[in-house]
DNA sequence: CCCACACCGATT
DNA sequence: ATCGGTGTGG
């Protein structure tokens, strides 16, 4: 299906570290959601978007069914300071991964990380998965992360996550089969404290799960860029200051207030705005010399 | 409730 | 040397 650019940029959303195992190809991405695979061919003025074997799994994913910029336009009308930030980043969407336990490991895998490095070590978590076709895989198995030994991973790079990686995949696999996806049915708040009884699971990594895993989209993962971007908007007097439990709550609960379900959203574009700035700054080739 | 520190590898 | 979430201990 095509999709309008001003709805869709395939580049933000699958760069934005959100998810970690999407290639890029020559005109666009490719990657496996749940048993799917996913295409995005760059057309002009938007995106030609499928999925095989089942045809709605890219729209799940990209949760096309909903307006992006009807999001963007009441976003801004309950906080117009953010309208410099949707503007930049127009096609930015928040996706929704169909396979929660591969949402779970992959920020298990992202603590106290870069977005090239949890790219790394999810894509080989995603190596032990049953290949759909050619260079594409489902993620694996729980069971299967569970029984993974600490030497194994750390030998391939994971260091000390190569302890919590196995410990969150059996805490996870032991409150039963369908213990992840039964909390879609849960208040956010519910889910949340759940989530952060698995081993190498804190409250950002929860809210994460939250947010891509299981579509709770008042979920507010505060992270050092949204910790930055928020004290600085909204918390002055908390500027360089370092984030408590409490304070991490403070900053999710304001975004609440202002955009209820849409809190989730908001957050995604402020978010990626400083992830992007970052970047900038690590690539200075122009403006050396 | 807040702070300080260890954990590991990447980057400077 | 610094950076980054979680877990632990003061």
């Known amino acids: 299906m095509f999709v309008s650019e001003k709805e869709l940029n395939a580049d933000l959303c699958l760069e934005s570290g959100q998810v970690f195992r999407f290639q890029r190809t020559r005109d666009g991405w490719i990657g496996?959601?749940?048993s799917d695979v996913i295409r995005c061919k760059r057309v002009r003025g938007g995106w030609e978007v499928s999925s095989s074997p089942n045809a709605s799994a890219a729209r799940e994913f990209f949760q096309?069914?909903?307006s992006a910029q009807e999001i963007c336009k009441q976003i801004v009308s309950l906080a117009g300071e953010l309208k410099p930030f949707?503007?930049?980043?127009?096609?930015?969407?928040?996706l929704r991964q169909s396979r929660a336990d591969e949402t779970l490991l992959s920020f298990v895998c992202s603590v106290n990380n870069n977005i090239e490095r949890i790219t790394r070590l999810v894509n080989w978590l995603g190596g032990?998965?049953?290949?759909?076709e050619r260079g594409l895989r489902e993620f694996p198995s729980l069971k299967r992360i569970e029984a993974l030994t600490e030497f194994e991973l750390r030998s391939n790079g994971f260091g000390y996550r190569g302890?919590?990686?196995?410990?969150?995949?059996?805490?996870?696999a032991a409150r039963g089969a369908d213990w992840l996806d039964s909390l879609r049915q849960l208040?956010?708040?519910?889910?949340?404290?759940?989530?952060?009884?698995?081993?190498?699971v804190g409250p950002k990594v929860a809210d994460c799960v939250c947010l891509i895993g299981l579509g709770h989209e008042q979920a507010v993962p505060v992270d050092t860029h949204l910790w930055n971007a928020a004290t600085e908007m909204y918390f002055p007097e908390w500027k360089g200051k370092s984030v408590t439990a409490s304070r991490y709550k403070a900053v999710g609960d304001m975004f609440r207030d202002k955009f209820g379900e849409l809190a989730g959203w908001?957050?995604?574009?402020?978010?990626?705005?400083?992830?992007?700035?970052?970047?900038r700054r690590v690539t200075p080739v122009f403006f050396s010399q």
Do not use: N, S
């Open 32 to 34: 496996v959601d749940g």
């Open 64 to 66: 096309l069914e909903r």
């Open 86 to 94: 949707v503007a930049k980043h127009r096609g930015l969407r928040v």
């Open 128 to 132: 032990l998965g049953r290949e759909i």
């Open 163 to 172: 302890r919590t990686i196995p410990a969150a995949a059996r805490e996870a």
């Open 187 to 200: 208040p956010y708040a519910d889910a949340h404290e759940q989530l952060m009884q698995v081993p190498g």
């Open 266 to 279: 908001a957050h995604q574009y402020l978010f990626y705005d400083r992830v992007l700035a970052r970047r």
